[in-house]
């Protein structure tokens, strides 16, 4: 029996919904481990972002004004220190 327009509708909400959760949890992973000094190429290869995630969404998290903002930070820092290596 095919499913009914409002349960296509609610599923597809509640799929949007949980997607959102991940990507919340991604960001917030991401913005933790850059503050702690590793380098944002490292973090996007950790199995914890890779398997939440795939290409298409990461490219829409590193959009994220928040992951920029961290990103800035940690340039920042590293410029005034003159310290650009980063912890792995």
């Given at each position: 029996m095919p499913e009914s327009r409002l349960r296509v509708i609610v599923r597809k909400f509640l799929e949007d919904l949980s997607t959102d959760v991940v990507e919340e949890r991604v960001v917030n992973y991401?913005?933790?481990e850059l503050?702690?000094?590793?380098?944002?190429?490292?973090?996007?290869?950790?199995?914890?972002?890779?398997?939440?995630?795939?290409?298409e969404r990461l490219g829409h998290i590193l959009g994220n004004s928040e992951i920029i903002g961290a990103v800035e930070e940690e340039l920042k820092e590293a410029f005034a220190t003159l310290d650009f290596r980063f912890k792995e």
């Amino acid at each position: 029996m095919p499913e009914s327009r409002l349960r296509v509708i609610v599923r597809k909400f509640l799929e949007d919904l949980s997607t959102d959760v991940v990507e919340e949890r991604v960001v917030n992973y991401i913005i933790r481990e850059l503050h702690l000094g590793r380098s944002l190429s490292t973090i996007l290869k950790d199995p914890y972002v890779r398997n939440r995630i795939d290409e298409e969404r990461l490219g829409h998290i590193l959009g994220n004004s928040e992951i920029i903002g961290a990103v800035e930070e940690e340039l920042k820092e590293a410029f005034a220190t003159l310290d650009f290596r980063f912890k792995e």
